[in-house]
């Protein structure tokens, strides 16, 4: 049976990219913030660095989606963690700014920079263990992909 999905990364590999320039897009307005607009101006900074870093990775691995040997619900597995992943984790950074609280998930940046009310958000903790989650397992479907891609193309010889 032959696993036709090349419509299917192309579509997927246009809304990797675009979302991804639109997380640094976000990222960068996020970073206009005033400090005095939030409890804890760290969660912004925070939020800034992770949309614009993650946001980059999306284009990264939007451009490498032809190449990986998945199948139609492993792709879309794939850009559905991705997606999830990146968002969560600028997003726990924007709420911990607002609610002025940080999880205990960061301890360095609680040492560093004391949230005015707090390590223990349930709501920041939630949003970081979403991000690690799913964005391992995107990860490990890419290498996965990646993977079996290689494999392809030794047995044809290329």
């Not at 897009?25 to 101006?41: D, E, K, N, R």
């Not at 792709?75 to 609280?101: H, P, R, S």
């Not at 004391?114 to 920041?124: A, L, Q, R, T, Y």
Request: charged share 10%; net charge positive; with cysteine.
């Amino acid at each position: 049976m032959v696993d036709n999905t090349a419509d299917l990364k192309a579509t997927l590999r246009q809304w990797t990219i675009f979302l991804g320039v639109l997380q640094i897009t976000v990222g960068c307005m996020i970073g206009l913030t005033p400090p005095t607009a939030v409890q804890w101006y760290r969660g912004i900074v925070m939020a800034h660095i992770e949309f614009v870093m993650n946001g980059i990775m999306m284009i990264v691995l939007g451009l490498l989606v032809r190449e990986l040997a998945l199948r139609a619900p492993a792709l879309k597995l794939w850009f559905a963690t991705l997606q999830i992943g990146t968002w969560t984790n600028g997003g726990a950074g924007v709420a911990a700014a607002f609610i002025g609280t940080s999880s205990k998930l960061m301890p360095s940046i609680n040492e560093k920079f004391p949230p005015p009310h707090g390590d223990n958000s349930p709501i920041v903790t939630g949003l970081l263990m979403i991000c690690g989650i799913t964005v391992l397992v995107a990860l490990l479907l890419t290498l996965y992909g990646w993977a079996g891609s290689l494999r392809a193309r030794r047995a044809l010889g290329d």
